[in-house]
């Protein structure tokens, strides 16, 4: 008979500190681009009247002992109902009986620390090296973990924030400014793209925020919030600017995020769009030249939640087993 372990969001949240997320999911992103993890289409569910999403995203590693399936939930009305914005939970499964091992009652934090550690593993590998100024664009959640993950791959601390509710920026910058960046409030994306080198966008925005006049050269964006074919932060003529234009997954961006607009727009090809994993194993060249605009369109990648599952899954087993 097969026992499920089910670990609460404390027990989870407890083992995140001993799991090295950046490298974890850059090994991740290094295998798909090899072609060795399976990932179907996105399970999508959308609720307007109460803005909220549903995703389901799997995948397996091949020759992994498990796989993983993971339910994710946003409802961004849920604040004002007291309620946290995201949900949801991950399911590690047998490869070899299909039974399942473990439930993670994440609850969306493990979905929220793996897209920042995506956005980590971006700049390490595509934002240019000489960079005064970190912009983002969001006052969210996933803005204050962008920053907080960026902290493990550039020394630069300094950064400007822009939100379009003045009280949630606000309230941003002091908690980034509480991990050792000397923070500024911008007044618009405009201020942002001037100022910053590195600029990651982390919202909902379905009208994009970024155009191409904003952007100077040697200027890496990451675009994080497109994860659905609604949503669009950066123009697509931003990124047929672009001299280098990377996806998380190919065949995911060609149906949601930055990428599918520019491809529906007609400003780019799919012949000018590297996959991450790519550049990270080395099959492709990076950041091609210093004074060179960048854009990475991360819409989140089933084999990021296989990669966070499996670390997280191990601390948490080690840790049972020390305590037996």
């Known amino acids: 008979m097969t026992i499920t372990s089910v670990f609460s969001l404390d027990q989870i949240i407890a083992a995140l500190p001993d799991v090295d997320v950046v490298s974890e999911v850059e090994a991740g992103f290094a295998a798909f681009s090899r072609g060795e993890v399976t990932v179907p289409p996105v399970g999508e569910l959308l609720f307007p009247d109460v803005q909220g999403e549903m995703h389901i995203k799997y995948g397996a590693v091949r020759g992994d002992d498990v796989f993983v399936i993971k339910v994710a939930t946003g409802f961004f009305g849920n604040p004002a109902l007291g309620l946290p914005p995201f949900g949801g939970c991950m399911l590690v499964l047998s490869q070899k009986t299909g039974m399942v091992e473990a439930v993670l009652l994440e609850e969306g934090e493990l979905t929220n620390h793996r897209t920042a550690a995506a956005g980590a593993v971006a700049a390490r590998h595509l934002a240019p090296g000489d960079v005064d100024c970190i912009g983002i664009i969001g006052s969210g959640v996933q803005a204050r973990l962008q920053a907080d993950y960026l902290r493990r ?125 790519a550049i990270i194993e080395g099959s492709h060249d990076g950041r091609p030249a210093a004074d060179a605009i960048t854009i990475s369109d991360l819409t989140g990648v089933a084999v990021q939640d296989i990669a966070i599952a499996k670390a997280v899954l191990a601390r948490l087993t080690q840790s049972l087993e020390a305590a037996q």
Request: aromatic share 2%.
């Open 153 to 277: 791959v550039s020394p630069c601390r300094r950064l400007m924030i822009w939100g379009r509710r003045e009280a949630s920026r606000s309230a941003a910058a002091r908690d980034i400014a509480a991990m050792g960046y000397a923070v500024e409030e911008a007044n618009s994306p405009e201020d942002v793209a001037k100022d910053c080198r590195l600029i990651v966008t982390t919202t909902p925005a379905e009208t994009p925020l970024l155009s191409a006049d904003m952007i100077a050269p040697g200027t890496h964006i990451t675009a994080m919030g497109s994860d659905t074919p609604d949503k669009n932060e950066v123009s697509p003529d931003l990124l047929g600017r672009a001299d280098l234009v990377v996806a998380d997954s190919l065949a995911q961006c060609r149906e949601r995020g930055e990428i599918f607009h520019a491809l529906a727009a007609g400003t780019i090809a799919e012949g000018d769009v590297t996959e991450l994993g």
